[in-house]
């Protein structure tokens, strides 16, 4: 599986932005999928995940009631919508593939897209 993650750029805070990963394969409907991000210094932290069925969905703390997480199977894409941004959204987004049993666990994820820059201006 290639993830080629899109939609990235620069808003204010308050703004939005979509962001979008592309998967190649015919197996990606089978894949629970993840979006992590970086932050300058810091380590990777989860954000959000899907499982493969659309079923669930998880959010970290940071983000809930902010972002949404959904995917498309028959277009092989994961989005993640993202309202109400703050300037400590500021990140290099990434998308991830697996069959995860926990998903804040970056390693828990086979499968990594090359990230998309969000910025945030206050």
């Known amino acids: 599986v290639q993830l080629q993650a899109s939609g990235g750029g620069l808003v204010q805070a308050g703004g939005s932005l979509r962001l979008s990963c592309v998967a190649s394969g015919r197996t990606f409907s089978t894949y629970d999928m993840g979006w992590f991000r970086q932050a300058p210094g810091k380590e990777r932290e989860f954000v959000a995940a899907i499982r493969w069925s659309s079923a669930s969905t998880y959010y970290a703390d940071s983000v809930k009631g902010r972002f949404t997480v959904s995917r498309d199977n028959a277009e092989n894409t994961v989005y993640l919508q993202m309202n109400s941004l703050k300037p400590e959204d500021t990140a290099v987004y990434y998308c991830?593939?697996?069959?995860?049993?926990?998903?804040?666990?970056?390693?828990?994820?086979?499968?990594w897209g090359q990230g998309t820059q969000v910025t945030v201006s206050s």
């Open positions: 991830a593939a697996g069959r995860v049993r926990s998903w804040y666990v970056a390693n828990e994820y086979d499968y």
